[in-house]
């Protein structure tokens, strides 16, 4: 009688450390593990997670608005394979690259960070370099999100973590966490949402022509900027050329380079259309999901009516707010693209998804570039309404 329980013992211990999670990253190329342990990217343990070797850490000028969210960012690839350089668009990676995206909150002392509606506060990324991770016990992690670039393109699979930070679950119809933010000022309640599949790619499929999946962030002008990492604060192209993750780079001085958003050292166009590009290009733009409308939001357009100032709306419906013009110089108040940003109405609101609240100091940015422009709108005016400009 004993040597069966023992067998079943046997069969249990060796169930068990098959399904342990990897100790090194475990590229999947067909199959969505359902947790990320599975991927063996991190190890949570002593109140941290931290990357497992060969992940590198990255930071873009301008980071995309997400209610607040802070995020951790990270790519791996495989031994002896590299991206390409791209001017323009997203580099080109090889098949078994993945990229994180880890959407995190820092907590208040008093709180537990995995209470569903714990006090969120708005302070800087708490991790300094690739290597140190992130302290558990005070931040409240949200979702990590994967780009996995297989033989038939990208994947992009949302992880939902647990209220103990101890494990995260793929949720392809994405989900919703009641959460309240602290600011200086006021608190506020909010539904955070973990994107579905569609909306995923809603963003992502960038390229109505092929409408396949693509990075947002990996492009030349958002990454060309000093990090602390490994090998310590350098040029963050530099590092990845280094090691062995990025080929074909030219001479610094020919890379684009977008500006802070936040830096206010800054020309307050070059930060607001940095602001606008990382946020809007990859839908408006003349290979976007939102390029019958004309406004192109990429910082390399040159062309200020493709940026909007004085044109139309086209196919804004009820989201233009009464307003006639996308972007009125030195009317913030009478443009569309502010009101668009200030919005929270799902049927209004830009980007429509991916925020449930305003983005209070990106939308004062918008507005303070748009009171400085000075272009003159009578000509846009007099041919809207069908009759001759004045002239002076």
Same mark, same amino acid.
């Given at each position: 009688m004993i040597r069966p329980v023992l067998l079943a013992l046997v069969?249990?211990?060796?169930?068990?450390?098959?399904s342990a999670a990897p100790k090194e990253v475990t590229f999947h190329a067909t199959d969505n593990p359902e947790k990320l342990s599975e991927w063996g990217l991190f190890t949570v343990a002593d109140g941290k997670i931290t990357p497992h070797e060969g992940m590198v850490t990255y930071e873009l000028n301008s980071p995309l608005f997400s209610d607040y969210a802070q995020k951790w960012r990270t790519i791996w690839m495989p031994a002896n394979v590299a991206a390409q350089y791209e001017p323009q668009q997203a580099f080109?990676?090889?098949?078994?690259?993945?990229?994180?995206?880890?959407f995190y909150y820092t907590v208040p002392a008093s709180d537990r960070p995995g209470e569903s509606d714990t006090v969120l506060k708005m302070t800087p990324a708490m991790y300094q370099s690739g290597t140190d991770g992130l302290d558990i016990g005070h931040v409240r992690m949200i979702e990590t999100r994967l780009l996995v670039r297989r033989a038939d393109g990208w994947a992009a699979l949302p992880y939902v973590w647990?209220?103990?930070?101890?494990?995260?679950?793929?949720?392809?119809?994405? /989900?919703?966490?009641?959460?309240?933010?602290k600011s200086y000022s006021d608190s506020k309640r909010f539904t955070y949402s973990v994107p579905n599949a569609n909306q995923c790619a809603g963003c992502h499929a960038s390229n109505y022509e092929d409408r396949a999946i693509h990075p947002i962030g990996l492009k030349a002008r958002h990454l060309n900027r000093d990090f602390e990492g490994p090998g310590g604060e350098i040029n963050q192209l530099r590092r990845l050329v280094k090691l062995g993750y990025l080929k074909g780079v030219?001479?610094?001085?020919?890379?684009?380079?977008n500006a802070k958003w936040d830096d206010s050292s800054l020309p307050i166009g070059d930060r607001a259309r940095s602001y606008l590009d990382i946020n809007c290009s990859h839908c408006h733009s003349?290979?976007?999901? /939102?390029?019958?409308?004309?406004?192109?939001? /990429?910082?390399?357009?040159?062309?200020?009516?493709?940026?909007?100032?004085?044109?139309?709306?086209v196919a804004a419906g009820r989201g233009t707010g009464g307003r006639d013009f996308d972007i009125l110089p030195g009317e913030p108040h009478q443009s569309i693209l502010t009101y668009r940003l200030e919005s929270t109405d799902p049927g209004e609101m830009m980007p429509e998804v991916g925020r449930s609240l305003e983005h209070k100091e990106g939308v004062d940015l918008v507005t303070?570039?748009?009171?400085?422009l000075t272009d003159s709108c009578d000509v846009a005016r007099a041919a809207r309404s069908g009759r001759e400009p004045a002239t002076g």
């Open positions: 069969v249990l211990l060796l169930s068990a450390c098959s080109d990676f090889p098949v078994g690259t993945i990229i994180t995206k880890t647990n209220s103990d930070q101890t494990e995260a679950t793929l949720q392809r119809a994405g /989900a919703d966490v009641p959460l309240t933010i030219p001479g610094m001085e020919n890379v684009p380079h003349e290979t976007g999901p /939102a390029r019958v409308s004309g406004l192109w939001l /990429a910082s390399e357009v040159t062309d200020l009516r493709k940026w909007g100032v004085c044109k139309p709306s303070r570039w748009i009171s400085q």
